[in-house]
């Protein structure tokens, strides 16, 4: 054998054992549960939401590590593809290498079977008749077209073969499950939209991180109208809006795509539970496309999507669509009280105490629905707790803190409190402050008793009352009780500025004088805050000359309470909400998706592949005969290649029947 000769055959060697490898049932086994456990994960794990949400959900050991196997957005990641490239491979070849033996296979009756296999068979019966048995043959091929056999003879010579065959379409079922795979990933790919991606590897195009408005978008991160054939994207509208681009979440960024039309939101309507929580909701949308001679008008909910040249509209979430809300602005230092009227997704610079602030109007929300406070009166799980609204405030520097401020006071041990909750970063839990409302259910009396104890003036002259009936008790001397009377003026401005902490700031905790100083200090200031607490009640028209009642006791310690760690609020004012006017958005998920016929075709021929496979059985049956010492010996055989008990007793039934048709000699 010559070198190329062996050249040869050691690339054809190399070539059938990659075909073999290609086309093995273990390799397509393997792919499939890999592309099982991916699908798993990305059903399990939203995709392509904002990494912010994954960050604070996972953490940032967790999330680097998901990020890193590409878990935010797997059906984009290079390995499932490969992984779907080699089952889309190795599918084709195991068609390509098992496709003609199979068609061959439906097409061939067997008409060579030897007598002895045919006797090594589990479903053999034997007979004998008198004569040449062409009379019994005949009529074994009668019953067997009855009973929806196809069947040819063969003459050998020394003996004649009958073989019959049905539910040869079983095979089909083989061939249309395999191919329903590569039809479906084909689909996938299609609905992939493989090019944009390449763009996007390539820099040909640009994810943009920034929170911008779409018109200021640069061009590489803008696609047209005719430019991209799939994608899924998302776009709120407020009632009264339109709406001509979507919005593709890209891992931590977007893309703008542009539509061939233009959505207007006429109305969007919500029904909600008695509770408050959402029940229903479906927006009343207007096409306007220069193709239609009239606008198309059309009401979609959840599950109604609207379709249109292609295009599918779904009703996927809602949210604040631009609510005019009127502010009631409390300075925290001093109380006063200014009026402002915004709205969601605006910016306001505010003039402080501490300087300029930016208020950003985040969201507004009709209803909240949470756990009810324990031992509510209502008695329910659940309850309402009214609007509220988000926003943040960001000072100079540019650090901002985001609140929660609800507008209505809510129930807690028998006492009526207005919730604030802060937060320093997105995904933390809020840390609500409780600030206690008064008869009125209003922060007026908070809020002036807050101004009052940060009323030096108004402080020295309430203590310096005190201590001067205090000196004419115990004979203090003018010195002591001006000093006295500073210490104490002092303590409160610190407490005002920074809590009961900045006034122990000072206090060694392993000196005992000064401890048991510090604690005389806050025992006088406690008889201070009370003596201003009734200041301000004389003002707003109480009897202060009757005894405080328990309502008045409760509210001066919870309010005290409150200014003690008030400092930690991080904002110099409170922001309360007055009145809104509620302005709605609907939030529609707008798909192109080309592919999805050919994935539908792929689950039909899965359907009908698994069908033939399972419920059309492959059945072979022969009839051997021959002529021996002047008697015919005719013999019956057959297999099917499923069900093999249920082969076993239609064969019984065959054989039964036939034999009491053709009454054979017995033995």
């Known amino acids: 054998m010559s070198s190329e000769q062996v050249k040869q055959r050691n690339r054809n060697s190399i070539g059938r054992i990659l075909l073999e490898f290609l086309g093995s049932m273990n390799l397509a086994i393997t792919l499939l549960v890999a592309i099982i456990v991916a699908a798993i994960i990305g059903t399990v794990l939203q995709q392509n939401q904002a990494y912010t949400g994954y960050l604070a959900k996972f953490g940032p050991f967790w999330f680097e590590f998901f990020e890193a196997l590409g878990l935010y957005d797997i059906y984009g990641t290079t390995w499932f593809w490969s992984i779907l490239a080699f089952l889309l491979i190795s599918t084709s070849v195991c068609i390509y ?68 065959r049905k539910g040869t379409y079983n095979r089909i079922g083989y061939l249309l499950t395999h191919l329903s795979i590569i039809v479906t990933c084909v689909g996938a790919v299609i609905d992939a939209n493989l090019p944009l991606k390449i763009q996007l590897l390539s820099g040909a195009k640009q994810v943009e991180t920034r929170d911008i408005i779409a018109s200021e978008v640069p061009e590489k991160s803008v696609l047209q109208a005719d430019e991209n054939d799939a994608f899924r994207g998302n776009v709120y509208i407020s ?59 059309k009401t979609i909910s959840v599950n109604h999507p609207l379709v249109y040249r292609g295009y599918s509209i779904y009703q996927a979430d809602f949210r604040d669509g631009g609510s005019k809300l009127t502010l009631h602005s409390w300075g925290v230092l001093d109380g006063e009280k200014n009026e402002l009227k915004g709205e969601i997704n605006q910016s306001y610079d505010l003039g402080t105490p501490l300087g300029k602030y930016i208020l950003e109007l985040n969201d507004f929300r009709k209803f909240n629905i949470d756990a009810a406070p324990e ?73 002036q008793l807050r101004a009052a104890l940060a009323d030096k003036a108004r402080v020295s ?93 409760l509210f001066f310690d919870d309010a005290l309470n409150v200014m003690a760690s008030i400092h930690l609020y991080g904002s110099p004012i409170y922001m309360q909400l007055s009145d809104f006017e509620h302005v709605q958005a609907s939030g529609l998920q707008i ?24 419920y059309i059985h492959h059945r072979r049956l022969w009839v051997w005969v021959k002529q021996e010492n002047g008697q015919t010996i005719m013999l019956f055989a057959g297999s099917g290649d499923r069900d093999q008990r249920g082969f076993a007793a239609h064969f019984k039934q065959l054989a039964d029947t036939l034999e009491q048709s053709l009454q054979p000699n017995k033995a």
């Not at 509220?388 to 809510?410: D, I, Q």
């Not at 004419?472 to 902490?501: C, H, N, P, W």
């Not at 798909?591 to 399972?614: D, E, N, Q, R, S």
């Open 591 to 614: 798909a192109k998706a080309p592919g999805t016929m050919i994935f539908y075709l792929g689950c039909l021929m899965l359907i009908l592949g698994v069908f033939f496979m399972f």
């Open 375 to 447: 031992g509510h009166p209502s008695g329910k799980e659940k309850i309402n707790y009214g609007p509220s609204f988000t926003f943040k405030l960001r000072n100079e520097a540019g650090e901002a803190l985001e609140y929660t401020n609800y507008m209505l006071p809510v129930l807690f041990d028998g006492r009526n409190f207005f919730l604030s909750g802060v937060r320093k970063e997105v995904g933390e839990p809020m840390q609500y402050i409780h600030f206690p409302a008064d008869e009125n259910n209003s922060m007026q009396r908070f809020m």
């Open 461 to 553: 002259r309430i203590v310096d009352a005190q201590m001067r009936v205090m000196a004419s008790r115990v004979k203090l001397d003018d010195a002591t009780r001006i000093k006295a009377t500073t210490s104490i003026v002092t303590g409160v401005e610190r407490f005002v500025q920074g809590g009961y902490d900045a006034i122990l700031a000072g206090v060694d905790r392993e000196d005992p004088d000064q401890q048991n100083q510090a604690k005389a200090l806050l025992n006088v200031m406690v008889q201070v805050f009370k003596s201003v607490y009734l200041d301000v009640m004389k003002e707003t028209g109480r009897d202060t000359e009757a005894k405080l009642n328990e309502k008045d006791i």
């Open 239 to 297: 009632e009264g809006g339109k709406a001509r681009i979507a919005f593709l979440g890209i891992k931590e960024g977007y893309l703008v795509q542009h539509l061939p039309f233009t959505i207007e939101l006429k109305d969007f309507r919500i029904e909600h539970y008695l509770t408050g929580q959402p029940k229903s909701f479906e927006s009343d949308l207007v096409i306007h496309d220069t193709e239609l001679a009239q606008p198309l008008e």
């Open 97 to 164: 290498r098992n496709a003609p033996g199979m068609l061959r296979e439906m097409r061939q009756f067997r008409l060579d079977v030897q007598e002895k296999s045919l006797r090594s068979f589990h479903n053999v019966r034997e007979w004998r008749f008198d004569g040449d048995g062409e009379r019994q043959l005949q009529a074994v091929q009668g019953y067997l077209k009855h009973e929806g056999y196809a069947h040819r003879i063969k003459d050998h010579g020394d003996h004649r073969l009958l073989a019959a």
